[in-house]
């Protein structure tokens, strides 16, 4: 069974930084690309970044380019996300999920709120 | 990268069939079969249902069917059933080589 594990939310201020994980066990990590997705409080799915297998390609959404950074360690099967500068925006679920294009397995997400 | 344009909510009754439009343009939904739907659950992971336009994924009912003509996918669901209700989001490839979702669509079964 496919499982992904977020973790690494919080409440962070304005402008601090934070850094996601999303633990992947059940299928062979390195052959698949890997994206986050994010949902806002009340508000729709917005996907936010995705990864190569190898890790050698990345691709983001406008509104967080520049301040987000994906990675992957295929030696420990886990996927990051390094958010700086945060803005009171970035508050969401931050979902980790499995490929790019058809997101066939999701985590349960990890919250992350941006409050003073 | 603007999201794709679906409507907010849509009903239907136990049994009918409702139809959920997903409007893009020639650069995501128009330019690529590389449409999906996802059904989610409040406080649950979002499931896929359809993948490339039209391909339900293994074990997902075949109530779902999806299709797409010009700029604009679809997603049908036949013979509602009260677990249906939901959000559905559909997502399309761009040639920008990113991913775009739309605003989400509430489907109630009355």
């Known amino acids: 069974e496919v499982q992904l594990l977020e973790s690494g939310g919080g409440l962070i201020q304005p402008g601090g930084s934070l850094r996601l994980s999303c633990a992947v066990s059940?299928?062979?990590?390195?052959?698949?690309?890997m994206s986050w997705v994010r949902q806002p409080p009340g508000k729709g799915l917005e996907w936010v970044s995705s990864?190569?297998?190898?890790?050698?390609?990345?691709y983001y959404a406008d509104s967080v380019k520049g301040r987000f950074t994906i990675s992957r360690d295929n030696s420990r099967n886990t996927l990051y996300l390094q958010i700086n500068s945060l803005r009171a925006e970035d508050t969401a679920m931050y979902y980790c999920?499995?490929?790019?294009?058809?997101?066939?397995?999701w985590g349960q997400g990890t919250l992350v709120t941006v409050s003073s | 990268q603007s999201a794709l344009t679906q409507p907010a909510s849509v009903s239907g009754s136990l049994g009918q069939s409702i139809t959920i439009s997903c409007t893009g343009t020639?650069?995501?939904?128009?330019?690529?079969?590389?449409v999906s739907w996802y059904q989610h659950h409040p406080d649950k992971a979002p499931k896929l249902i359809i993948h490339?336009?039209?391909n339900r994924p293994s074990g997902v009912s075949d109530r779902f069917s999806g299709s797409k003509s010009g700029n604009t996918a679809s997603l049908t669901i036949s013979g509602l059933q009260a677990e249906d209700d939901a959000e559905y989001y559909c997502?399309?490839?761009?040639?920008?080589?990113?991913?775009?979702f739309g605003g989400g669509t509430k489907v109630t079964v009355v």
């Open positions: 990864i190569s297998e190898t890790g050698s390609a990345t």
């Open positions: 490339d336009v039209s």
């Open positions: 997502s399309s490839y761009t040639s920008s080589s990113t991913v775009v």
């Open positions: 059940g299928l062979t990590f390195s052959r698949y690309a």
């Open positions: 020639s650069s995501d939904v128009g330019g690529f079969n590389y």
């Open positions: 999920a499995k490929e790019k294009i058809r997101l066939d397995d």
